[in-house]
């Protein structure tokens, strides 16, 4: 399968992925609107995927994919097979000690990440309530992060990439009629989504287990002291430890400045955890099509290039990763920063989601704008260390990225609020990307190929005339008055973005790239 061709199909089960999260969202805006509940849920959902993306998908995936992609290149399957086995053994029993751990200790969770909640008791309470009922979402998370792993390495991209589609499906099915009977009941009913949570992890670890058992690695869990012991002895296990402590290390960095920002969030006005949240949902669209696809993709490969010491292939590939980010980034960017109100009007501007919350989320999403090419970039560029059981470079530029990110917050929160924070993260971004690009140059691991100067012109040059395009659609058409003719405004918004689209390839096209380079490298 070539790069090109595994990148489209997790992009586009990605989209499916993140259309219909958006669906979700804009039912959850319109049933419950946005107040100190919905900040409480967001929280307590906050919680568990944090640890998910410390644990699951963050430091384990980074240490395991490439020592699984190199244990298979020089050991075979069957080699393979008995890490996963061993892998899978510490896991499961770490995984169920951390689950009864957050359970039993969820009122100091959120009192450590949104500690500003307590303004509002009612909040507060329904925020312990709720993390105790979904921090297990994380066992089942983390269990699929495992699988995905696998899949992705055996170049099995498409499982791992459409189960998040099942947590948003339970999750909308609980809005639509779980809700309602909660009320009927007497019970908030916001308290349904956790059945949604826990219900949705349930079947994202379900769906990997047929995908495991037909490439032959369905792992054996041990139960026994021996085989706890064996497994402890693997030295690829060893391995595998050793990597997550340091990238470990690494990704607890972005979640502290998450944390950071939540706590501050919490002590701004009611509304504004879920106005980021909102603002959060529009930009997971460009960095998980774009840069998530595009790091599931290339970790595997740029691994086994190393097992294999080419490091042209391993170059080449990055080449082409970074052109396509900036090929699709930067405009998505500018669409982001010059567009903002328009697309939340449209997405979100229903039932009880008001005009004010709009400006509000619209504010956010420019500040994330601002800094999507380099929230991009970092998921491709972190993969060419990872490959190379590089794990420290990135945790060192993650700690000074998170310093400059939280001085940012000092400066910019007194001024721009919430939309300060959203601004701060995506400056951090930015350089967090730019150190990373830095130190693959300097190591002579990444050599670009030419014909960046003229690219980067021409993706400018379209990215420009994309502006105007936009700022004219922005202007011209009462976006938010529109809120009772939805369907009108919702063929509006496809029709300029359709048109946004056509302008800039065919912008690219007479400036002269050819966009077939993309498919044949």
Excluded at 421 to 448: C, F, T
Excluded at 455 to 477: E, H, N, P
Aim: positive net charge; proline residues 5%.
């Amino acid at each position: 399968m070539s790069l090109l061709k595994a990148a489209s199909t997790v992009s586009l089960l990605t989209l499916a992925s993140r259309v219909t999260g958006l669906v979700r969202d804009v039912l959850m805006s319109s049933v419950f609107g946005v107040s100190a509940l919905t900040d409480a849920f967001y929280i307590a959902f906050r919680i568990p995927n944090m640890f998910r993306r410390v644990l699951g998908e963050g430091a384990f995936s980074q240490a395991f994919v490439p020592v699984l992609s190199a244990t298979r290149t020089t050991d075979g399957d069957a080699g393979a097979k008995s890490l996963v086995d061993h892998v899978a053994t510490l896991l499961l029993w770490s995984l169920v000690v951390l689950c009864i751990a957050g359970v039993l200790g969820a009122p100091l969770l959120v009192w450590a990440l949104a500690s500003g909640l307590k303004k509002t008791p009612q909040a507060y309470d329904a925020a312990v309530v709720m993390t105790r009922w979904m921090f297990p979402y994380i066992g089942f998370m983390s269990l699929v992060a495992l699988a995905g792993g696998i899949l992705n390495t055996w170049k099995r991209f498409a499982v791992p990439a459409a189960s998040p589609v099942l947590l948003n499906l339970a999750m909308i099915g609980t809005i639509a009629l779980g809700a309602p009977w909660f009320r009927s009941l007497g019970i908030e009913p916001i308290y349904a989504l956790c059945i949604g949570v826990m219900g949705g992890g349930a079947l994202q670890l379900a769906i990997q287990l047929p995908a495991l058992r037909a490439i032959g690695m369905w792992p054996r869990i041990g139960a026994t002291a021996a085989a706890l012991r064996e497994a402890w002895a693997d030295p690829a296990t060893r391995k595998i430890l050793g990597l997550m402590l340091p990238a470990l290390l690494g990704v607890s960095v972005a979640q502290i400045s998450l944390l950071i920002n939540t706590q501050i969030a919490s002590y701004l006005p009611a509304g504004s955890v879920s106005w980021l949240n909102s603002a959060d949902r529009l930009m997971e669209f460009p960095t998980a099509l774009l840069g998530v696809a595009l790091g599931v993709v290339l970790m595997p490969q740029l691994a086994a290039a190393r097992a294999g010491d080419d490091p042209t292939r391993y170059s080449a590939m990055l080449d082409w990763g970074l052109r396509l980010v900036v090929l699709l980034a930067v405009p998505c960017s500018v669409a982001l920063l010059v567009f903002a109100r328009p697309l939340v009007a449209t997405l979100f501007h229903y039932g009880a989601f008001k005009d004010t919350d709009v400006t509000q989320v619209a504010l956010a999403l420019g500040g994330y704008g601002t800094g999507l090419l380099g929230l991009v970039a970092i998921k491709v560029l972190a993969a060419g260390y990872y490959a190379s059981h590089n794990m420290k470079t990135p945790m060192r530029i993650a700690i000074v990225s998170l310093a400059v990110t939280q001085a940012l917050n000092f400066a910019l929160v007194p001024l721009l609020a919430h939309a300060g924070l959203a601004l701060s993260i995506g400056l951090g971004a930015l350089l967090n990307a730019g150190l990373l690009l830095a130190g693959l140059l300097r190591r002579g691991s990444y050599r670009p190929l030419p014909g960046w100067g003229v690219f980067a012109l021409q993706v400018v040059a379209g990215s420009a005339l994309l502006a105007v395009f936009l700022m004219w659609g922005a202007a011209s058409f009462p976006w938010t008055a529109m809120r009772a003719q939805p369907l009108q405004r919702v063929g509006l918004m496809a029709s300029m973005l359709l048109g946004a689209g056509a302008l800039y390839f065919v912008a690219l096209a007479a400036a002269g790239l050819k966009l077939r380079q993309f498919v044949t490298r």
